[in-house]
């Protein structure tokens, strides 16, 4: 079964021109060189160095997220899910006394369930990923208001946070985590048997359920594994600030979709990368921070990314030749 899905896959690739092979390459080093050319203190190690400090945390939540629209869903919690991490491991700290080493992984835990929930409405019910996971983002961020409040601003011991500055041959060890996230990934991808599923049940669903592949099993999991990948990057980030913030997460879902898509994954299933997500999530921080540089409104920023994402979706949808 397997076998004759992948080369039906296969064969049909040839004929499709993928949005992301190159062009984020050369997005991400058109946009270097001109800011390298243009700005004076763009082009450091520090400045760099820091790029990439901030892209390492949000990258766990483009994880999952690649791993869904591999098989053409959509997961819009992971910015919710992703300041969750931080509200529970503000909750484990401030109210239990755990330690952070207890905090961060019962925080996964629990995002992990809601992760479950939301992928079994989706594949024993039949619901819309994108709605479901807008009704999830909602119900999350509110909570994640309601609890930070509650904490009043209060500090993580520096205990408790230490960690997260470690760093191994001078580089933070969160970029080295995802440089090998993605390595991993993109390995499996591309030579497992498992997750070449993914792209099986994105390219064709009915055909997988035909053949006796467990399609609905495996979304599940993925929706499970987005939601504590999600978590955990918002666990860090919030070790990282010091103190839980209801900002944490704000806005992640448009940046790590923009960030998919023009990294070649299809809004339609069949086609993805977690390396090019990942330089895709890197040229979104490189663009926000060349913005910034140039001193530029956030809200005209938020509307130049907008832009970006209409256009990579149109893109998707006219190169590939299909129709939502």
């Known amino acids: 079964m397997t076998a004759n899905t992948g080369r039906t896959l296969a064969v049909r690739e040839k004929g499709k021109i993928n949005l992301g092979s190159w062009l984020i390459l050369f997005l991400t080093a058109a946009l270097f060189v001109f800011l390298a050319l243009t700005r004076k203190n763009f082009y450091t190690y520090s400045n760099i160095h820091s790029i990439l400090y901030e892209v390492s945390f949000s990258f766990f939540a483009a994880v999952g997220f690649t791993l869904l629209i591999i098989m053409g869903e959509l997961d819009l919690s992971v910015g919710s899910l992703f300041g969750l991490g931080g509200a529970l491991m503000g909750l484990f700290i401030f109210n239990h006394r755990l330690p952070v080493e207890a905090a ?3 925080a996964m835990a629990l995002a992990a369930v809601i992760g479950f929930a939301a992928g079994l409405l989706v594949t024993a019910f039949r619901l819309n990923s994108m709605m479901v996971t807008i009704g999830v983002m ?7 208001w309601i609890q930070i409040q509650k904490f009043g601003g209060r500090q993580i011991p520096r205990a408790q946070w230490n960690f997260i500055t470690v760093e191994l041959f001078g580089v933070k060890w969160t970029i080295l985590a995802m440089l090998a996230t993605a ?5 499996f991808l591309a030579g ?3 997750l070449k599923q993914l792209y099986y049940i994105g390219d064709n669903f009915s055909t997988t359920i035909l053949y006796g592949l467990n399609a609905n099993l495996v979304k599940v999991l993925c929706f499970t594994v987005s939601a504590a990948l999600s978590a955990f990057g918002g666990a860090l980030m919030t070790c990282r600030l010091k103190h839980p913030h209801v900002t944490v997460g704000a806005n992640l879902e448009i940046g790590v979709i923009t ?3 023009i990294g070649g994954a299809s809004i339609f299933g ?3 990368s977690m390396f090019r997500t990942m330089l895709g999530v890197f040229f979104v921080f490189l663009l926000q921070n060349g913005m910034t540089s140039y001193d530029i409104n956030s809200y005209v920023q938020q509307i130049i990314l907008g832009s970006i994402l209409i256009l990579a979706i149109y893109l998707d949808v006219r190169i ?3 129709r939502t």
């Not at 909602?138 to 994640?144: R, S």
Request: proline share 4%.
């Open 104 to 106: 961060i992984p019962l």
């Open 138 to 144: 909602m119900a999350v961020k509110g909570y994640n």
């Open 183 to 187: 390595l991993l990934f993109e390995i």
């Open 192 to 194: 497992s048997r498992h």
């Open 259 to 261: 960030a998919a898509v």
């Open 270 to 272: 069949g086609r993805g």
């Open 320 to 322: 590939n030749g299909k």
